[in-house]
């Protein structure tokens, strides 16, 4: 199965091409300009690095957040968007499924998954998962200290990990990128997608966007 995989649900924009286990591509964006004038400009420089027609895309990844109120919006209207233009479907995972699978089996050993996202808040966008990348608890918004206290010696993901390695004694921050490995997303993403288990195309929010409006004149 052709993948075409992006992320915009943190700080950044990254995005790949995969042809079943075959990475055919993948980039980053610089963040610049903002998500909205990457996007799109990624999308199409890593489609033309795998030497891939749009017609050929057999699945549009992406990830559903927590995360970047904007971002999110970004990402899932690209997505929705392409599927509706190409004929092919969305399969969607969470943010912190997308991370954890981004850590490397030799690091993981039995140790269970902390992973944390920074909100730009006071919390924290957390979810823990077993060795196996098992979700053990629903994804949350809670302070430091507070996820400090979910698990024992965690190995800890994802840009939120450095608010906690002080809090955790034995915690490990990961040697993974901090944000969404986008090859790990299409793998993650496709096979959701045969087990009939993907997400859908809709943001998930744990909390109201921060809006502020116009005073009246």
Excluded at 71 to 85: D, H, S
Excluded at 192 to 197: I, K, L, P, T, W
């Amino acid at each position: 199965m052709i993948v075409l995989a992006f992320d915009t649900s943190t700080t950044g924009c990254a995005a790949a091409v995969l042809d079943g286990a075959t990475v055919l591509a993948r980039g980053e964006a610089p963040m610049g300009a903002g998500q909205s004038e990457a996007l799109m400009p990624l999308l199409h420089d890593v489609m033309a690095r795998a030497g891939m027609d749009w017609k050929r895309l057999e699945l549009i990844a992406v990830t559903v957040g927590p995360g970047s109120f904007t971002g999110l919006r970004i990402g899932l209207a690209a997505a929705r968007g392409l599927a509706l233009a190409l004929g092919v479907p969305v399969a969607c995972v969470s943010t912190p499924e997308a991370l954890a699978a981004g850590t490397p089996a030799d690091e993981r050993g039995k140790r269970r998954i902390l992973v944390a996202i920074d909100s730009k808040r006071a919390d924290l966008f957390v979810q823990t998962f077993d060795a196996r990348l098992a979700p053990t608890a629903p994804v949350a918004a809670m302070a430091p200290a507070d996820a400090a206290r979910l698990i024992p010696a965690p190995l800890l993901v994802g840009d939120g990990a450095p608010k906690l390695v002080g809090l955790i004694p034995d915690s490990i921050p990961s040697r993974a990128p901090s944000r969404v490995d986008p090859v790990a997303l299409a793998e993650l993403a496709a096979r959701r997608h045969a087990e009939g288990e993907a997400l859908p195309p809709e943001p998930l929010y744990l909390r109201p966007a921060d809006v502020t409006m116009a005073a009246a004149s």
